[in-house]
């Protein structure tokens, strides 16, 4: 599509999330734009951490297999307190997975970026704008126009929802003079990415030095890549670390540095904060561009790919007319106090890394160590995750709305599938008479359902539903669950009125 268009959504930023989003809507056949302000990908890392939500979600758009292809399980974080000694331990769920993925596996962001591109690329509905420079912003009616500066002169790109993934300095939230509460974390670290060329003794996992004398960070990463991020200490200055020198001087204590290439290193802020406002009227904010948190839990890139798919398919419902615009609301009535749940949780892991007081050091291994006696030595790291609490679910639908439904590997005709594979829209999941059987109907909320059975291979959900005692569930296009147990009937019927449509009578 060219020209003067009007397109469905525009999205500002070409980002991981921003071209997630892209492949969410323009699957669905939406006229989708996207404008970028760089040339081409940026082939340095950032994000180095995939959670199985992230994994689930490329699923989505078929490109799981693909970028988990040359990735690297992360098995979990050491944190080690002064005296060298391990003071907490986080680390990842084992098998077998619920959501059908790897717990968290370690990935290169630049390789990642140019599978989600060129998935875009086969899109006939999306059309991508490269170096286009956002320059002004106007929203009239039912019409959000954003103009652009680019190498060819002033363009301007007309839409009927704007999504702003475009980053920590978004413009985007500038233009909605959307406010940030600064949720009070401020500190500056190092972030130095390295080849390693030969063998060197390093720790067997990700490992958080807590030493109050040089706070360190020692990620694995994928591959032979090694990160170290090293807190800029009191009466240092930031300049300091523009000197190589200076850098090897900090790591080695941890490494031998005449075993790395370096490929990059950078001086980061980590900071937490996040938007008060995500939405005004037809424009919504998405990503850093709506909250940014330090990367001690590793949830920045994944908490904006659930932002996608959180959004993507209400804007779908909206678009095609099967909802109205009640339905966006719900965006940031779910994602933001999410985020700020994780936000707190990293904040105070970065606090534990970060401590530079001798004696407050003490005090927190100490602290740590008691709770390790007390809690048993380890904490699953997706347990720190938690649900949806409020939002677009059934008002009583059980303790299980709001979380993710499981996914489990299922055969159907002879096929073996994840069950995301053979669903779509609002999908009702029930125990079928038999072993380990299911019996899935799609497309609920359309009054033209389908359903089939299936057999659960491993009997992963149906032995969670049985232990449990649920018979049913609803599970949105998410994959997060809007209600579970209680009669089949009356849940789909409160499903037709949260979307204020009647009951139709071929309903299940």
């Known amino acids: 599509m060219t020209g003067d268009c009007l397109y469905d959504v525009l999205i500002l930023g070409y980002g991981p999330v921003g071209a997630t989003m892209a492949n969410l809507l323009g699957q669905e056949g939406h006229r989708v734009a996207v404008a970028e302000m760089h040339p081409e990908v940026f082939e340095k890392p950032r994000a180095v951490n995939l959670d199985q939500e992230a994994l689930r979600l490329f699923q989505r758009v078929g490109l799981a297999e693909q970028i988990s292809n040359g990735c690297v399980p992360h098995f979990g974080t050491n944190f080690l307190g002064a005296d060298g000694e391990l003071i907490k331990a986080i680390y990842s769920a084992p098998p077998p997975y619920p959501l059908g993925w790897p717990a968290n596996l370690m990935f290169i962001q630049p390789e990642a970026e140019r599978l989600l591109r060129k998935r875009v690329e086969t899109l006939d509905s999306v059309d991508v704008r490269l170096e ?9 009616g039912d019409v959000v126009a954003v103009s652009f500066d680019t190498p060819s002169g ?4 007309r839409a009927r929802y704007l999504v702003g993934c475009d980053g920590a300095n978004s413009p985007t939230r500038e233009w909605m003079g959307a406010t940030q509460t600064d949720l009070g974390f401020s500190e500056h670290y190092v972030v130095v990415d390295a080849w390693i060329t030969r063998d060197t003794p390093l720790p067997s996992r990700t490992t958080q030095y807590c030493y109050p004398d040089a706070p360190t960070s020692y990620v694995i990463c ?40 370096f490929w990059r290193s950078a001086v ?28 001690f839990l590793g949830q920045g890139l994944n908490s904006g790919l659930r932002d996608a798919a959180n959004l993507s398919w209400r804007l779908t419902y909206v678009l095609r007319g099967m909802a109205d615009e009640t339905l966006l609301q719900s965006y940031q009535t779910e994602r933001r106090p999410h985020i700020l749940a994780v936000t707190e949780i990293t904040k105070d892991l970065g606090k534990i890394v970060g401590e530079t007081d001798p004696a407050r050091a003490t005090d927190r291994d100490q602290r740590l160590r008691a709770e390790m006696a007390e ?18 679910l059934d008002k009583v ?34 125990l079928a008479p038999g072993d380990k059987l299911l019996a899935v109907t799609n497309d609920l909320e359309t009054g033209s359902s389908t359903a089939f059975t299936c057999h659960d291979t491993e009997g992963l959900l149906t032995g969670s539903m049985r232990d449990r005692g649920i018979k049913m569930m609803i599970v949105r296009p998410d994959g997060v669950i809007w209600s579970a147990g209680g009669d089949p009937v009356d849940v789909i019927e409160r499903l037709y009125a949260a979307f204020t449509k009647p009951v139709p009578e071929s309903c299940p």
């Open 222 to 261: 994928s591959g032979n890549l090694r990160r170290w991020e090293l807190k800029i200490l009191p009466g240092e200055r930031v300049d300091d670390y523009n000197d190589l020198s200076r850098i090897k001087t900090r790591l080695a204590p941890f490494v031998e540095v005449d075993a790395l290439k």
């Open 375 to 392: 809690n048993g030595p380890v904490t699953v790291r997706q347990a720190l995750i938690p649900p949806i609490a409020k939002g677009f």
């Open 154 to 157: 002033t363009r301007t790109v």
């Open 132 to 140: 286009h420079t956002a320059n002004a912003f106007e929203q009239t």
């Open 268 to 295: 980061y802020h980590f900071d937490a904060r996040v938007a008060d406002a995500w939405r005004k009227g037809r424009a919504f904010l998405a990503g850093d561009a709506a909250h940014t948190m330090p990367p």
């Open 397 to 430: 639908g059980g303790e299980l709305a709001g979380t993710l439904a499981p996914q489990p590997r299922v055969s159907r005709d002879g096929e073996s599938r994840l069950l995301d594979d053979l669903m779509s829209g609002f999908s009702m999941v029930q």
